[in-house]
């Protein structure tokens, strides 16, 4: 049992570059969400899902994209990374009332 | 939306000492009050929650207790030791429909021996 797996754990991208970050959680949980934490700002939320084939916009989704094509995955894409967009992000999943179980995180530079 | 308030942002206490952090929340409709611990590089962790049905909930050396009418709850944390050294994250959560939690902007504790 992984819980929630996120990849890559590390990435530096130039301004302009796109990537995807991938979140798998085995606990079948309904709820998946991807969060950025910066310094002094606690865990924003970006986007979450309520559901496969939901999505829908957090508190800071602008420059974000997210899919939830299978239950168990979660992608949150960057199409035009800028280097705002630097931090550490965390994904995490939990059932419809209870505790939130969250990736390792993963370290996003952007030069 | 909710909105959730978390004070202080650092606290510094000795070890052995007791530890509080308060937070508020502003939607009377949120029901779910978890807490979370956040160690240096590590990811956050669940450490205690309380629903609103339940003014105090204690676990060892922590505890919660949740004031619904002054919408604030806090987290006790009793006789510190260094290893509590951590960022704590409050969260509040809306009752009905999606089920979203809010967290505050949380709280950097630093036991020193």
């Known amino acids: 049992n992984a819980g929630v797996t996120q990849t890559p754990k590390f990435r530096v991208l130039k301004t302009g570059q796109s990537m995807t970050l991938l979140c798998a959680q085995d606990m079948n949980h309904e709820y998946m969400y991807w969060y950025r934490q910066d310094p002094g700002m606690g865990l924003r939320l970006i986007h979450y899902s309520v559901g496969e084939g939901t999505t829908a916009k957090g508190e800071v989704p602008d420059g974000y994209n997210v899919s939830r094509l299978k239950k168990q995955n979660f992608l949150l894409g960057l199409e035009s990374a800028a280097p705002s967009q630097t931090s550490v992000y965390f994904c995490?999943?939990?059932?419809?009332?209870?505790?939130?179980?969250f990736g390792e995180g993963s370290r996003l530079t952007v030069l | 939306g909710e909105n959730v308030e978390q004070h202080p942002s650092t606290l510094s206490v000795q070890e052995g000492d007791s530890a509080v952090i308060k937070c508020t929340y502003s939607?009377?409709?949120?029901?779910?009050f978890p807490w979370y611990k956040q160690e240096l590089g590590k990811r956050p962790q669940l450490i205690i929650d309380?629903?609103?049905?339940?003014g105090e909930k204690k676990d060892q050396r922590i505890a919660v207790t949740l004031n619904k009418t002054a919408k604030h709850f806090s987290l006790h944390i009793t006789e510190t030791q260094p290893e509590d050294s951590a960022v704590y994250f409050c969260a509040a959560t809306l009752s009905g429909g999606s089920y979203i939690p809010t967290f505050g902007r949380g709280t950097s504790l630093i036991v020193h021996p």
């Open positions: 309380i629903r609103s049905n339940v």
């Open positions: 939607d009377s409709a949120s029901n779910y």
């Open positions: 995490a999943s939990s059932p419809w009332d209870g505790e939130l179980f």
